[in-house]
């Protein structure tokens, strides 16, 4: 059983930044494939980023390519999204995925635990 939390969002402007994390409870972080998601009100979950188990392998989406880092360190059992010069349209709940085999994806049901999310809110 792995337990993920996560935290580090807020309120910011709009250019700014912030560094989300997810811990991971259990010392079996290592051998999941981890993933951000995010959902906006009204709208569908979306995909952010995914991260290899060892972290050599990170996917973006094109709307955070070049603005956010997908990162993480197994000996601390986290991940973590690093997020620059954000845009209003970044603004949405972030969740943290985990997935055994494979890459996480948006699906509820296609990942083996999710956290309960961080709220992120671009300010103008």
């Known amino acids: 059983q792995v337990q993920l939390v996560e935290s580090g969002g807020g309120l910011v402007q709009a250019g700014g930044s912030l560094r989300l994390s997810c811990a991971a409870s259990?010392?079996?972080?290592?051998?999941?494939?981890m993933g951000w998601f995010r959902q906006a009100p009204g709208k569908e979950r979306e995909f952010v980023a995914t991260?290899?188990?060892?972290?050599?392998?990170?996917n973006y989406a094109d709307s955070v390519k070049g603005r956010f880092t997908i990162s993480r360190d197994n000996a601390k059992n986290t991940m973590y999204l690093q997020m620059n010069s954000l845009k209003l349209e970044d603004t949405a709940v972030y969740y943290c995925?985990?997935?055994?085999?494979?890459?996480?994806?948006?699906?509820?049901?296609?990942?083996?635990?999710w956290g309960q999310g961080t709220q992120v809110t671009v300010s103008s």
């Open positions: 995925a985990a997935k055994l085999y494979g890459l996480p994806s948006k699906e509820q049901m296609s990942n083996d635990y």
């Open positions: 259990g010392r079996t972080f290592s051998r999941y494939n």
């Open positions: 991260i290899s188990k060892t972290g050599e392998s990170r």
